[in-house]
């Protein structure tokens, strides 16, 4: 794994955004893998920035999130529709028929992770998958456990997710507890991953993931199976 340690957020989102640009500038119709969270925010805007400045270009780029609430209205403020609408989406030239997200208000959940499944398989995968850390290692909503599942599945959300997302609710009880997300198998097959870690509370995740071993404790650490890796962190997430 390559490890990219940035003094400041900023900077990190800056240099995300320069490896996300670079992938679109050789593939003007390249396959954005596109996550959600804190992270990724100021990645978003310097994306978001590149594009009015006319260096990069979004017309022909289709995107696939990692995963959504589930159920969840695409309406509601706290959807990850909602939040690449607002954060990415409706900043650029982007052909909105172009990106998806799982449906967080399909009715048969597992119907639907299996056709998000399929969809990504038959674009062969993103030419890159852009990946936030969990404070405890997960990846999307892949969460440290016995097993993981390879394919896009319905999961429920531990009770240490649910805590560092209620920030976003009213309260913890309104976090949704359960989330459609693409499995190891599904961001695996991503020509390449970058992974974006800020701050001292994902330090422990980072250490395990960086250890160059697997251990379902930490999914993230199975980023190690892939051979074009790329952690963009600052001092913080890097140091403790
Ligand atoms: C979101 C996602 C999650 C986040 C992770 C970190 O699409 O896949 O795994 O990347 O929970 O979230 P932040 O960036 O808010 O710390």
């Known amino acids: 794994m390559k490890v990219i340690v940035c003094k400041t957020y900023e900077e990190a989102s800056l240099e995300s955004a320069k490896i996300v640009a670079e992938v679109m500038k050789n593939k003007p119709n390249a396959i954005l893998g596109l996550a959600t969270g804190s992270t990724p925010e100021g990645m978003y805007s310097e994306l978001a920035r590149m594009n009015k400045e006319g260096e990069i270009d979004f017309k022909d780029i289709t995107t696939v999130n990692l995963d959504e609430y589930y159920p969840i209205s695409p309406d509601n403020d706290q959807s990850y529709r909602y939040f690449m609408n607002k954060n990415l989406f409706d900043r650029v030239n982007i052909d909105k028929s172009r990106t998806h997200v799982p449906d967080g208000s399909a009715p048969d959940g597992e119907k639907e992770a299996e056709r998000y499944e399929n969809y990504v398989r038959s674009l062969g995968g993103a030419d890159i998958q852009v990946l936030g850390i969990g404070r405890n290692g997960h990846i999307a909503f892949n969460e440290p456990d016995e097993e993981l599942v390879p394919v896009t599945h319905v999961t429920s959300l531990t009770a240490d997710?649910?805590?560092?997302?209620?920030?976003?609710?009213?309260?913890?009880?309104?976090?949704?507890?359960?989330?459609?997300?693409?499995?190891?198998?599904?961001?695996?097959?991503?020509?390449?991953?970058?992974?974006?870690?800020?701050?001292?509370?994902?330090?422990?995740?980072?250490?395990?993931?960086?250890?160059?071993?697997?251990?379902?404790?930490?999914?993230?650490?199975?980023?190690?199976?892939?051979?074009?890796?790329?952690?963009?962190?600052?001092e913080a997430a890097y140091n403790g």
């Open 161 to 234: 997710t649910i805590d560092a997302n209620a920030r976003f609710f009213k309260s913890a009880d309104e976090v949704p507890t359960h989330a459609l997300t693409m499995g190891m198998g599904t961001i695996l097959s991503a020509k390449k991953i970058i992974i974006i870690a800020t701050g001292a509370n994902k330090h422990e995740a980072v250490k395990q993931m960086l250890k160059g071993t697997c251990t379902t404790k930490c999914p993230a650490s199975f980023l190690n199976l892939h051979k074009d890796v790329v952690l963009v962190c600052d």
